[in-house]
């Protein structure tokens, strides 16, 4: 029997304390916590292990969830503007749209859109593919499959901060590495090989990257490919901004490269469908039967509707007809933010992001990211991800995925902000 002791830490946070004998591996109490593997502990309290869990804060996930529907311009999103259901089913299709029964479904997901998917992705078929509700559950089963206390994770910052803030909760040991604006945000992988030892369970990786925009060229790519192999651990690479380089040259996929890699990716992004909540895991078909195993305590499915307008969007004609008018908004949304930058000369620097619906900007005031946001969002009604969220102060992230008149007006008052700050 478990035994739960509930008590308060420095920083204010809860630490759950469970008590679990050998017999009783599995607990689920409060927030997920999961499958633990026992034998490693026995040597700590012979048959009982005291393990302590700790709840981190999603920071950036926070703040949006907070105020992002309480402003009149919300530039927190880093995704593209959405289309709409009759920009995509045809009279045919949502006939029969509107015909289906709702029920459960696949919970791995509908064998065609798996199909659909795989097709993205060289030399992978439904097999390879797991669907989940969104690629924050895509991530999180990932985590959970993989990471188990005491593993070495090793992390690049800034990033998404899901899989840094699950491994931490898990009780993995983080290494990160620190990305540089002089560099254009990309990977130094003389810094990587100093962290990698033979403790390293996984190497967890943005490409393209959240917030930066920063792509890996298919000579990075090779690079950490050879370097995983050499010590024999997997790669995860969140690829929710695949398709939206705004050169127009899809980058590829990881999992060309490294036999151990697991993609995570969805629609929310790229595919400018956020609401569909449908992601998406791909990895070998082994390690795919591992983790829908672990989707049974999650989600169990997701919306057999959402999988269905999913399937259209994944059809490769729709799907290239989606990801160019996301890139032809976002080049043009760039270049419409940098105009807006150069009138503010000498206040920012910035490394303009390869794809996504973003751009990290560094500022030179006197004055805290979050302050500066929440100053933004209470006198302005803009909402603008603060580097803090990110763990960089002097940052912000600004979404550039919105219609122009829109983003526009946004950032005319973000320039009203910066002159009553004497800028």
């Not at 690829?239 to 151990?260: I, Q």
């Not at 006197?366 to 933004?376: M, P, Q, V, Y």
């Not at 803009?382 to 550039?400: A, E, N, Q, S």
């Amino acid at each position: 029997m478990a035994v739960l002791i509930s008590s308060s830490c420095s920083l204010g946070k809860n630490i759950f304390i469970f008590v679990l004998s050998e017999a009783y591996p599995i607990f689920v109490v409060g927030q997920y916590l999961g499958l633990i593997n026992m034998s490693r502990y026995k040597k700590l309290l012979g048959d009982y292990a005291i393990l302590p869990i700790m709840f981190f804060e999603f920071e950036m996930e926070r703040f949006q969830s907070l105020y992002e529907n309480e402003v009149d311009f919300n530039l927190s999103d880093s995704g593209v503007h959405p289309l709409t259901i009759n920009d995509l089913l045809n009279e045919e299709e949502m006939r029969h749209f509107l015909n289906m029964e709702i029920g459960y479904g696949y919970s791995q997901g509908d064998p065609t859109l798996r199909h659909n998917i795989s097709v993205w992705y060289r030399e992978k078929n439904a097999s390879n593919i797991l669907v989940t509700n969104g690629s924050a559950e895509a991530n999180f089963i990932m985590a959970w499959s993989l990471v188990n206390p005491g593993d070495e994770v090793i992390l690049m910052l800034p990033n998404y901060m899901q899989v840094p803030g699950l491994a931490k909760i898990i009780g993995a040991d983080i290494k990160y590495i620190y990305l540089q604006e002089q560099s254009g945000w990309h990977l130094d992988m003389n810094e990587l090989r100093s962290l990698l030892t033979n403790r390293t369970k996984l190497i967890s990786i943005c490409n393209p990257s959240n917030p930066t925009g920063a792509v890996m060229s298919a000579e990075e790519m090779k690079e950490l490919a050879d370097l995983a192999r050499q010590f024999d651990v997997y790669v995860h690479s969140d690829e929710v901004y695949r398709g939206s380089e705004l050169d127009g040259n899809e980058t590829k996929s990881f999992n060309e490269f490294y036999e151990k890699t697991i993609v995570t990716c969805g629609l929310s992004k790229s595919f400018a469908h956020p609401g569909l909540r449908i992601g998406w895991l791909v990895a070998d078909q082994a390690l795919i039967t591992e983790m829908w195993a672990h989707k049974d305590y999650s989600s169990i499915c997701a919306s057999v509707l959402s999988q269905e307008i999913a399937k259209k969007i994944m059809q490769p004609e729709t799907r290239k007809q989606i990801l160019s008018r996301s890139t032809k908004m976002l080049s043009s949304n760039l270049q419409l933010f940098q105009d807006w930058l150069n009138s503010h000369p000498g206040l920012f620097s910035f490394a303009p992001p390869q794809a996504g619906g973003m751009a990290f900007v560094g500022y030179q005031m006197d004055i805290n990211s979050t302050e500066l946001a929440h100053k933004l969002r209470t006198e302005q009604s803009v909402l603008i991800v603060p580097g803090d969220c990110y763990g960089m102060d002097k940052y912000l992230r600004f979404g550039i995925g919105s219609p122009s008149d829109y983003l526009s007006q946004g950032l005319n008052l973000v320039s009203e902000c910066i002159q009553q700050l004497g800028y």
